[in-house]
Antibody
Framework: QVQLVQSGAEVKKPGASVKVSCKASGYSFTDYYLDWVRQAPGQGLEWMGRINPDNGGTNYAQKFQGRVTMTRDTSISTVYMDLSRLRSDDTAVYYC?????????WGQGTLVTVSS | DIQMTQSPSSVSASVGDRVTLTCRASQDISRWLAWYQQNPGKAPKLLIYAASSLQSGVPSRFSGSGSGTDFTLTISSLQPEDFATYYCQQANSFPRTFGQGTKVEIK
């Protein structure tokens, strides 16, 4: 079955960067976009951007332009989301999710805590 | 950006109740709308896509309707496992945007 497995929780200091991975299995990796969505504690869902695993093309939300980089490694069916210049309000669970328009399935989520 | 507004923000209901949740888009999104269910500490789960198509494996008590700017998610007979938070999401344009969520609580 289609599965997305994300890397483990991270604790970072303000100003640092974090790189979260999402390993895909159960389908042809290059056939579908992978998106990243985050959720701050007790808050709603926020779309960050997407990557085309076939050609590496990306589309980022304006809010994250300049701070986020999404990449992929087709040899291991894994996408990465790198967020730099972390602030306390970047504390959130970060999800990868599969889809063209709607998202299914989702990874299990990765908690990133930004704290001094 | 397209703003998605859900109402109510929370609803209290009993097992067996019929519950209707609403999502309004700030501009016409045709039928480019999905609904998700999220339980605490879990990833969202896709319920409905293209406004009214039931995702495989989702119980038939869930249904979606609407087009343009106004959409509804209906749970025909609420079950204990349905107490959760529900989000709508537009897929008409980028950036993808979500509603703020509706929490369905036990009365």
């Amino acid at each position: 079955q289609v599965q997305l497995v994300q890397s483990g929780a991270e604790v970072k200091k303000p100003g640092a960067s974090v790189k979260v991975s999402c390993k895909a299995s159960g389908y042809s990796f290059t056939d579908y976009y992978l998106d990243w969505v985050r959720q701050a504690p007790g808050q709603g869902l926020e779309w960050m951007g997407r990557i085309n695993p076939d050609n590496g093309g990306t589309n980022y939300a304006q809010k994250f332009q300049g701070r986020v980089t999404m990449t992929r490694d087709t040899s291991i069916s894994t996408v990465y989301m790198d967020l730099s210049r972390l602030r306390s309000d970047d504390t959130a669970v970060y999800y990868c999710a599969l889809g063209e328009s709607w998202f299914d399935p989702w990874g299990q989520g990765t908690l990133v805590t930004v704290s001094s | 950006d397209i703003q998605m507004t859900q109402s109510p923000s929370s609803v209290s209901a009993s097992v067996g109740d019929r519950v209707t949740l609403t999502c309004r888009a700030s501009q016409d999104i045709s039928r480019w709308l999905a609904w998700y269910q999220q339980n605490p500490g879990k990833a969202p789960k896709l319920l409905i896509y293209a406004a009214s198509s039931l995702q495989s494996g989702v119980p038939s008590r869930f249904s979606g309707s609407g087009s343009g700017t106004d959409f509804t998610l209906t749970i025909s007979s609420l079950q204990p496992e349905d107490f959760a938070t529900y989000y709508c999401q537009q897929a008409n344009s980028f950036p993808r945007t979500f509603g703020q969520g509706t929490k369905v609580e036990i009365k």
